[in-house]
């Protein structure tokens, strides 16, 4: 018996519009357009993907879970996700060497240090 990791689900008002800033943010592919549930993964055939599930409650508390993303540059990557509409949050880290940002709905994410700063 094997098990697979098909997607993580991120619930969202509006899908599309996540779904299509998640599929530029990290240069994923489109799989799922559909308006209730649209997929990201990084090639058609590569898993895990991201799930954009349409929900009618907007998020009103800090993420029990998020994403973590290593780039090669921090500073620039950090620069590029604010310039697409990503947004600085704090969410009581203090000072630390990941940022913390949130996608257009208010979910947050990390982007880690630099992989020549590890």
């Known amino acids: 018996m094997g098990l697979d990791w098909e997607d993580t689900v991120i619930n969202s008002l509006n899908p599309v519009e996540l ?13 799922n357009d559909s308006a209730e549930d649209f997929e990201i993964r990084p090639a058609v055939e590569d898993l895990p993907g991201l799930l954009f599930a349409h929900v009618t409650d907007p998020k009103t508390a800090q993420n029990r879970l998020h994403l973590d993303f290593r780039p090669d540059d921090q500073e620039l990557e950090v ?28 979910n947050e994410f990390c982007v880690l240090s630099s992989r020549s700063n590890r």
Do not use: C, F, H, M
């Not at 779904?19 to 799989?31: C, E």
């Not at 604010?82 to 913390?100: F, N, P």
């Open 19 to 31: 779904g299509r800033w998640w599929s530029q943010a990290l240069g994923w592919v489109v799989v």
């Open 79 to 106: 620069k590029r996700l604010l310039a697409l509409g990503a947004t600085l949050a704090d969410v009581g880290q203090g000072d630390q060497s990941w940022v913390v940002l949130a996608d257009i709905e208010g």
